[in-house]
């Protein structure tokens, strides 16, 4: 499974995905310090209420982009080789669809979950670094807090990997890309909304019950490879 996944990685030719998620890293993590500058010097008002708001609207924000990366990989690794009828040369090789399948769908799973992770990590330690020297939040940073935090990423960032096979579904309907795409941004205002009284994107459990969704369909899709029409 490892040897297809590795020969899927170079064939689909990930730069543009790599090359991606650097510019998001870095846009979100500008946005985020300059909108609590900008918020805190124009409106004369604290951006959030406390350190453990700011990290929830950071992984908000991260989420999001991540979901819709993810449909982008299941649009150009599952959906358009079915349009270009290319998945039908892979299905000739001596190995079984559900092994080629399982090795895609494990490509945009495996990513989804690293990149989430790793983008989290990196905007929270650009915040944590300018706040200690701006304190645009207050609060203390103490090790418990770090370690509740790196928890919660972690775990966010499991059930975006098995949220990001929900847009599967509707692609495979018709092999299509608006739909897959466009079903992504659903499930981001799904659970990315975020204010003072309720917050969606705080509420672990319900990226975790997607993630389920997410990973029956994974399972369903694998299940019945061998019916699809090339």
Not at 136 to 144: A, E, I, K, P, S
Not at 181 to 198: A, D
Request: hydrophobic residues 55%.
């Amino acid at each position: 499974m490892w040897q297809l996944m590795k020969l899927e990685l170079r064939k689909a030719k990930l730069g543009w995905y790599i090359r991606g998620a650097i510019i998001a890293n870095l846009l979100i993590a500008c946005f985020f310090v300059v909108f609590m500058g900008f918020i805190e010097t124009m409106e004369g008002e604290v951006p959030f209420t406390s350190i453990d708001e700011a990290f929830i609207v950071i992984g908000a924000l991260v989420r999001a982009t991540f979901i819709i990366f993810a449909s982008v990989l299941i649009v150009r690794i599952i959906i358009e080789e079915y349009k270009n009828k290319t998945i039908s040369i892979l299905f000739t090789y001596p190995i079984q669809r559900k092994k080629i399948f399982t090795a895609k769908l494990g490509i945009i799973g495996f990513l989804t979950f690293f990149v989430t992770l790793l983008t989290n990590i990196f905007v929270a330690f650009v915040f944590l670094a300018f706040n200690a020297k701006y304190h645009f939040v207050q609060g203390d940073v103490t090790l418990d807090l770090l370690v509740k935090q790196g928890l919660s990423m972690i775990t966010f960032a499991i059930a975006i990997a098995g949220t990001s096979f929900i847009p599967l579904y509707f692609g495979m309907k018709k092999k299509s890309v608006p739909a897959t795409i466009i079903s992504s941004i659903f499930i981001v205002f799904l659970i990315s909304s975020h204010n003072p009284v309720v917050s969606i994107a705080s509420i672990v459990y319900i990226p975790l019950t997607l993630a389920i969704i997410g990973v029956y369909i994974a399972y369903v899709s694998i299940r019945n490879i061998e019916k699809v029409d090339v």
